[in-house]
């Protein structure tokens, strides 16, 4: 899996940066098919409103292809600003617990290193510079404080298995393309139990979705 931030400059650890919240929800508008919910998102979002995965990720999000038929979930948007779903009176209606990483990270995001070791900071601001003002902040301070160990070790994980599961899509014909869709969904955000742990969940699914890869691979 390639970085997703690369045309987003990069931010060294110690770098410093003034962030204030406006509560002018103009980051969360216009957002259509570029808020990613990733699995540990999506598990945490069920949690929040008691009810399974399948239910969350229908009520709130939508599958985008990418190459080759994967398929990733981005937060609906809703009215003629392409708001996120979950805006409310320009506050986030999910803030206290449920927000997706790339939420919680703005004004930055992570992204691994080549290794899969360390973790990048990149500033994805954009075009909302009116943000910059008020406490300064130091950029490896603020990862800390909004991206957890358990998010570390989701994020290691996800990316070594869709290396490895690239590897198998490539061997895959193109027909196969709905069977490939159709296991990915199901192993990456649905078959989760919110009262157990999410990594030894997350880690057995995606030794689940390979072997599945394979077995498509083989014709099966």
Same mark, same amino acid.
């Given at each position: 899996?390639?970085?997703?931030? &690369?045309?987003?400059?990069?931010? #060294?650890?110690?770098?410093?940066f003034?962030? #204030?919240?406006?509560? &002018?929800?103009? &980051?969360?508008?216009h957002?259509g098919?570029?808020?990613?919910?990733?699995?540990?998102?999506?598990f945490? /979002?069920a #949690?929040?409103?008691?009810? @399974?995965?399948?239910?969350?990720?229908?009520?709130?999000?939508?599958?985008?292809?990418?190459?080759?038929?994967?398929?990733?979930?981005? !937060?609906?948007t809703?009215?003629?600003?392409?708001?996120c779903?979950?805006?409310?009176?320009? !506050?986030?209606?999910?803030?206290?617990?449920?927000k997706?990483?790339a &939420?919680?990270?703005?004004?930055l995001?992570?992204?691994? @290193?080549?290794?899969? #070791? =360390?973790? !990048?900071?990149?500033?994805?601001s954009g075009?909302?510079q009116?943000?910059?003002?008020g406490?300064?902040?130091?950029?490896?301070?603020?990862?800390?404080?909004?991206?957890?160990s358990?998010?570390?070790? +989701?994020i290691?994980t996800?990316?070594?298995a /869709?290396?490895e599961c690239?590897?198998? !899509?490539?061997?895959?014909?193109?027909e196969?393309?709905? =069977?490939?869709m159709f296991? /990915?969904?199901r192993?990456r955000?649905?078959? +989760?139990d919110?009262n157990r742990?999410?990594?030894?969940?997350f880690?057995?699914?995606?030794?689940i979705?390979k072997?599945?890869?394979?077995?498509?691979?083989?014709?099966?």
């Amino acid at each position: 899996m390639n970085l997703p931030y &690369c045309d987003y400059p990069q931010m #060294k650890p110690n770098a410093s940066f003034r962030f #204030k919240c406006q509560h &002018c929800g103009s &980051c969360c508008k216009h957002v259509g098919n570029s808020v990613m919910v990733e699995s540990l998102d999506l598990f945490r /979002m069920a #949690k929040f409103f008691h009810t @399974d995965m399948a239910t969350v990720a229908e009520r709130y999000t939508e599958a985008v292809l990418l190459d080759w038929g994967v398929p990733v979930l981005m !937060l609906k948007t809703v009215s003629p600003d392409d708001a996120c779903i979950f805006l409310r009176d320009n !506050l986030c209606s999910i803030q206290s617990g449920a927000k997706p990483r790339a &939420c919680r990270l703005y004004p930055l995001s992570v992204g691994p @290193d080549e290794k899969l #070791k =360390d973790f !990048l900071i990149f500033n994805v601001s954009g075009k909302h510079q009116h943000h910059f003002t008020g406490r300064q902040y130091r950029a490896q301070d603020w990862v800390d404080a909004h991206f957890g160990s358990v998010d570390q070790a +989701y994020i290691r994980t996800e990316y070594k298995a /869709m290396r490895e599961c690239g590897f198998i !899509l490539r061997q895959i014909p193109r027909e196969r393309e709905n =069977d490939v869709m159709f296991q /990915m969904l199901r192993w990456r955000y649905i078959e +989760y139990d919110k009262n157990r742990t999410f990594m030894t969940q997350f880690k057995r699914n995606m030794e689940i979705l390979k072997q599945e890869l394979k077995r498509i691979k083989g014709g099966h």
